[in-house]
């Protein structure tokens, strides 16, 4: 007589010595509490995509001083390190084209600027302006404020 390990797996009894006696299909519910898995498994990729595009921006941002996502040949979005005068920290700016303000043949663009310091108590720079500008052999050419 010889002692035998037993491995009971989805309906399989596995011998010790490698050979396999397939018995009867045995279904068994398997009872799992929390997230399903593949949602879980998505979540975890989206994650560590999200971390990783995090990681090179904040990378370029250090390397080159700036992002600049363009939207048009106006518009577009602005992020860069502000390093002068004591003041550290992270300017934002996005603009918009606007078309009530703009004239024929003129298109007017809102900017909005923003700044996150480092140290609080600095002066808050926030700015927001308006330019009209002008097109002319494919130039652009600064024409002025927008009017109110």
Do not use: H
């Not at 989206?46 to 363009?70: K, Q, W």
Request: glycine letters at 12%; one cysteine or more.
């Amino acid at each position: 007589m010889f002692w035998v390990d037993y491995i009971r797996r989805k309906g399989q009894i596995g011998l010790k010595d490698g050979s396999e006696i397939i018995i009867n299909e045995i279904a068994v519910k398997e009872e799992r509490s929390g997230i399903p898995v593949r949602l879980g498994c998505g979540s975890l990729i989206l994650f560590t995509i999200l971390c990783s595009v995090f990681v090179f921006l904040a990378i370029n941002l250090v390397v080159d001083g700036e992002i600049n996502i363009r939207r048009g040949d106006l518009g577009g979005y602005r992020i860069w390190l502000v390093r002068q005068d004591g003041i550290k920290g992270v300017g934002y700016s996005w603009t918009k084209e606007l078309d009530e303000n703009a004239e024929p043949g003129t298109t007017c663009v809102e900017t909005k600027v923003r700044f996150l310091e480092w140290q609080p108590g600095q002066e808050n720079g926030n700015i927001e302006y308006c330019e009209c500008y002008l097109t002319q052999q494919g130039e652009w050419i600064f024409i002025g404020e927008c009017r109110p």
